[in-house]
């Protein structure tokens, strides 16, 4: 059996093949690690971009609950400032009501009284001879004056009416009457006496007024 004839090995030839073998691998590798850090950056901006988008949920959430509690913080706010100043309208009415109550205080007793004094002035127009009746309207009178003088120490005080214009507000007409001595809308008698406590009519005086 003849033996298989060997080619003669040529050198240049192996290095070349083993040059071209050691840069397909290289570039091979290098392909792989490109892959593998593409993959890997790929992975790292995905990661980020997962982490930036959860970050702005969070904050989106951290922004939702600010604008909640300011808007609690404002209604609160409100509510607290509504009560205050319904908390200062009641003191203000209280102090009005006690201060009404303290400058008034004496109307209910002073109205009842009225009457009397009508009495006591209807009586000391009396005219008579009488020592004994004259004695007694000057005890009347005295009494009369007391009255008047506790009266103008709580306030209460007559309202002036004979030749003053007619006031609706502290004048009842109950008669008009043709008078040349008056001008028009004058009183010119006074039926009745009226009455203020303080700044507040208890009672108008009924007069006759001049047309």
């Known amino acids: ?26 570039e091979t590798v290098e392909t792989v690690l490109e892959e593998e850090n593409s993959a890997a950056d790929q992975a790292s901006d995905e990661k980020e971009e997962e982490q930036q988008q959860s970050l702005e949920e969070q904050l989106n959430l951290a922004n939702n609950k600010i604008n909640e509690l300011e808007q609690k913080l404002e209604e609160s706010e409100n509510r607290y400032l509504r009560l205050q100043a319904d908390l200062e309208n009641y003191r203000r ?3 009005l009501d006690l201060e009404a109550s303290e400058k008034y205080r004496a109307q209910s007793l002073i109205s009842d009284i009225l009457p009397v004094i009508d009495n006591f002035e209807r009586a000391l127009q009396t005219k008579t001879d009488n020592k004994e009746v004259n004695s007694i309207l000057k005890g009347v009178e005295m009494v009369y004056k007391g009255l008047l003088e506790a009266l103008k120490k709580e306030g209460a005080l007559p309202i002036e009416a004979v030749g003053k214009d007619f006031d609706p507000h502290f004048h009842q007409a109950v008669m008009q009457v043709n ?9 010119v008698e006074e039926l009745q006496k009226g009455y203020v406590l303080k700044d ?11 047309e």
């Open 1 to 26: 059996m003849m033996e298989k004839e060997q080619k003669p090995v040529n050198k240049d030839e192996e290095k070349l093949e083993d040059e071209t073998k050691t840069s397909v691998t290289k």
């Open 179 to 187: 008078e040349e001595n008056y001008a028009s809308n004058i009183v």
């Open 200 to 210: 507040r009519v208890l009672r108008p005086s009924m007069v006759k007024v001049n």
């Open 93 to 95: 009415r209280v102090k």
